[in-house]
């Protein structure tokens, strides 16, 4: 089947916009993380749902940064005003159990957002 | 929090070289993945492991929990094996923290 997909794949944003970055995660999987990932660096967990609850969200950098996954499903990440440090990529997975850590994680291929 | 080291940062190795990328975590964890980043962004899961050593094709990753150690090894590399291999940690005690990445070491096979 269909891995996980991600809309857009880039985006320009000017400073003080609002983004949504959108994720499918394959279907029927329970778990789904957003990550950020900085130019160079390796990912960095935002938050983190079990179905339509959002478990943790412990990672968001600000409240700036809001997620929902309202039926268990398709994810949204939303950026209020970004500013320049918002610029990464926005990596979303998802896994087919719950306490999905100990699960194999899919990847999918993450939103480029660059914000000037 | 855990903190993860990777090394090398960068590695040029030639076709056909056995290849080892070690990583490192500081506090005890419940599983470990290998993860492998092409340009462009996308991630694919190579390998996720609690104890011992497992092996896929020319791929082989052992995690040693005593030393809180990984490695990954590649045999009979090839150009195509160029990419990020990224190492990341479940923290154990349960909670919903996420994982915890390396910054990863990025990998050319020259032809």
Redesign the interface.
């Known amino acids: 089947g269909a891995g996980v997909s991600q809309s857009p794949r880039y985006k320009v944003a000017k400073r003080g916009q609002d983004v949504a970055l959108r994720c499918d995660p394959i279907s029927g999987h329970v778990s789904l ?1 957003w ?1 950020q ?1 900085a130019l ?7 938050t ?1 749902f ?1 179905n339509e609850a959002q ?2 969200k ?2 968001l950098p600000s409240d700036r940064f809001f997620a929902e996954r309202p039926e268990g499903s398709v994810s949204t990440l939303k950026i209020q005003r970004t500013q320049q440090e918002d610029s990464a ?1 926005y ?1 979303c ?1 998802s896994s087919e159990r719950l ?1 999905g ?7 999918g ?2 939103t ?1 957002l660059t914000v000037t | 929090k855990n903190e993860v080291e990777q090394s090398p940062q960068n590695l040029t190795a030639q076709e056909g070289e056995f290849i080892t990328i070690n990583c490192s975590y500081s506090v005890g964890i419940s599983a470990l993945h290998w993860l492998q980043q092409h340009p462009g962004g996308g991630i694919v899961s190579l390998f996720m492991l609690s104890s011992g050593k497992k092996k896929h094709g020319r791929l082989i990753a052992t995690i040693n929990i005593q030393e809180k150690h990984s490695s990954l090894h590649i045999t009979a590399s090839h150009p195509r094996d160029s990419a990020v291999y990224i190492c990341a940690v479940a923290n154990s005690g349960g909670g919903a923290d996420g994982l915890t990445f390396g910054k990863g070491t990025h990998l050319i096979i020259q032809p």
């Open positions: 993380f990550y990932q160079g660096q390796g990912p960095e967990f935002l983190y079990q478990l943790d412990s990672g990529v990596l997975a306490a850590f100990f699960d194999e994680q899919y990847f291929p993450g480029r």
